[in-house]
């Protein structure tokens, strides 16, 4: 009898714990995630930028979403009077639904991305496209997943020009769980047309401090290779920023 009462006691634990576990994975989390820079005396300058990421999970369908938004300004000396001038001004948001077939990992997805960035070739660029994406591997250490499919761009260069045209796109995700409390996450894409190739990379270290608030150091890139005279075609962002877990 008392093997017979231990033995249920032990598997009603196992349950419970399952149970636990299962309640600690969360259907939906939304990450926030702001950094401001003021710098005073021989150099003036203020910037700030703020993003949110968030992710879904549903029985037939994974999403993610992200919004993204960056604004500096700088004061300088224009005829020996000093004057504020906005230096950059970028708006970004992008949003993914990948439906699950009958292997969960293997996905048809649609996404659709919009960019307003005021001192880049374009006035706007803006991404639909679909295909197939795939969660290669995921564990308690790391995960891996792509897509790949074709779609199309739209876009508006400074000049008033218009370049809409099909493209392939294709992306990459990856994190690397350092430990409880620390991730680096790779995330890179591409939308190859006749026009422009648009390319965008993030690095990114995460470290909690505490609770939902952790720190994030990252650096991003964007590239275009069609741009005017002038202007650059490679965009770098450097940062520290906090980030704080909403669910």
């Keep these: 009898m008392k093997l017979r009462a231990l033995t249920s006691a032990i598997a009603l634990s196992l349950v419970g714990g399952s149970i636990a576990f299962a309640e600690e994975k969360k259907d939906f989390t939304m990450d926030g995630e702001f950094g401001f820079i003021v710098t005073t005396g021989n150099t003036e300058t ?32 224009d005829e020996g009077e000093e004057v504020e001038r906005t230096t950059a001004q970028k708006f970004f948001a992008s949003g993914q639904g990948n439906y699950k077939l009958e292997n969960p990992d293997h996905r048809l997805f649609a996404f659709a991305s919009y960019e307003d960035d005021r001192f880049s070739n374009f006035k706007y660029q803006s991404t639909l496209a679909a295909g197939w994406n795939q969660k290669v591997w995921e564990d308690d250490v790391s995960s891996f997943e792509y897509s790949i499919g074709p779609g199309y761009s739209f876009a508006k260069t400074q000049d008033d020009e218009s370049q809409n045209n099909a493209i392939a796109r294709a992306s990459l995700g990856y994190q690397w769980n ?8 790779q995330a890179f894409s591409t939308e190859i047309g006749s026009d422009n190739t648009k390319s965008r990379a993030e690095t990114a270290l995460t470290a909690q401090i505490a609770g939902n608030l952790s720190m994030k150091f990252s650096i991003k890139f964007d590239h275009n290779t069609d741009v005017n005279p002038g202007i650059e075609k490679l965009d770098t962002e450097t940062a520290a920023t906090l980030v704080y877990s909403f669910f």
Excluded: H
């Design 46 to 77: 203020s910037s700030a930028s703020a993003a949110l990421n968030a992710t879904q999970e549903l029985e037939s369908w994974s999403n993610t979403y992200v919004i993204k938004g960056l604004y500096k300004q700088d004061t300088i000396e």
């Design 178 to 185: 350092i430990s409880e409390t620390a991730k680096f996450t």
